[in-house]
């Protein structure tokens, strides 16, 4: 679990620089911030999604997985979380004072959280060190995440620093549980995982840049369902020789 602490760490660094930096910045700085966290985060997005070794298995998870989310509303829930932690850290004088769901603390623990544990090097890593005491790809990860927080921080404000919790409990999931883990989703699936997780980057993207707000919370279930489907593309493979 250590190199899961280090990369929450990290996170908090970043984030804490982040924050010394936006609040130096006058607010036409910030649309600049804004723009350029919002590019950065459509080029890996971009660069995530392509590597899908399947289209439709990319298409059926995005598309399943937001009917399930927009069902559960899985969005709204994680936005009233960061606003009740943005209430707390306010402190008692405003428990009275109503939540003000998608505010920008939320907003910045939704967006980084997603950013943070969307790819391949958020279960790769930890399993690789659970398993194997490999801590390379965690200790990698840690350097662009606390590099990204930074940019995000000044854009978002204090709310990025909830997601070194998300990150801490995601990753040390995978830690504990990657010898079990790792043999289900094989190759194929950890590939599309991260193809869907770049799909939702791309979605944060465009919300930073002001092109659309997309809900992209309410798609998290395809990071669920693209390796499923994945694995399920491969017995279908294995057995179409069979029936023909």
Known sequence: MIATYINSIAIIIGSLLGLLIGSRLKEQFKEVVFAASGLITLVIGIQMALETKSYLVLLFSIVIGGFIGYGLGIEKGILRLGDWMEKKTKGRNNENQPLSEGSLFAR?????????????MAVVGPIAAGTQGDYTLIFIKSVLDGSMAIVFAAAYGPGVIGSAVVVLLYQGFFTLAGGWISPLLGESGLIELSAA????????AFGLMKVRQFKAGNFIPALLFAPIFSQIGVWLTKLIPFIG
């Open 197 to 204: 997780g770049g799909v939702l980057l791309i979605m944060i």
């Open 108 to 120: 910045g623990f939704l967006n980084s959280s997603l950013l943070f544990c969307s790819g391949a």
